[in-house]
């Protein structure tokens, strides 16, 4: 079983939130409180440490109590920039990310994905949903042995910026959860407000 102290957590909220206007999104409040903070206090007890991906307001990010690193690519280049910048800071023999967006997600996701991954001797695990009669990768909530960075590292210097051409190179393992609308995120403003009047 992997402990989790040997897990760090990474919040990615290094996002254009251009569906969103162009907000930084993880300092939306979502009932008064920004939606990076909400997965900070969701993320925290299940792994050993957490540190947030974020590209502005870094000072408002760092007042949460974790280490903030900003994307080590140009450009707001996608989760897989936020991936790059955490396993380049990550400390431990894995790495778990997920969304600043997405405040309800499993208390027990971080323990399901490493029991998986655990099991199967992956690389990396990540969360599924079935929705409509078919299942849906979740690739934002994966835990992944930091030894993938040098994978990493070469795909995206090659220019790609794909989560699932990158994780296709490695052994992976997909986790069904049960509650799709765990996984609900906050893209718009709108679904925002959806968020908040489901909650």
């Not at 990474?10 to 939606?35: C, F, N």
């Not at 070469?154 to 190179?169: E, N, Y």
Request: glycine content about 8%; charged content about 15%.
């Amino acid at each position: 079983m992997i402990d989790p102290n040997d897990i760090t957590g990474l919040i990615l909220a290094g996002g254009r939130g251009s569906r969103m206007g162009g907000v930084d999104k993880g300092l939306q409040t979502h009932h008064g409180v920004p939606l990076a903070l909400h997965a900070l206090l969701r993320l925290s007890p299940q792994v050993g440490q957490v540190l947030i991906n974020a590209n502005r307001n870094l000072g408002a990010y760092e007042a949460m109590g974790a280490s903030v690193w900003p994307d080590a690519l140009p450009d707001y280049a996608g989760p897989l920039a936020g991936f790059l910048a955490g396993l380049e800071h990550c400390e431990t023999p894995y790495l778990v990310t997920v969304p600043c967006d997405s405040p309800n997600f499993p208390l027990d996701l971080v323990a399901r994905l490493a029991a998986a991954l655990d099991a199967d001797g992956a690389d990396i695990a990540m969360a599924a949903t079935l929705e409509d009669g078919q299942v849906r990768t979740q690739p934002v909530f994966c835990l992944m042995r930091s030894n993938v960075l040098e994978s990493l590292v070469a795909f995206t210097q090659s220019g790609q910026r794909k989560i699932d051409r990158w994780t296709a190179q490695h052994r992976c393992v997909e986790i069904c959860f049960d509650d799709p609308q765990a996984f609900a995120n906050a893209n718009t403003l709108a679904e925002l407000q959806r968020l908040q009047s489901n909650a």
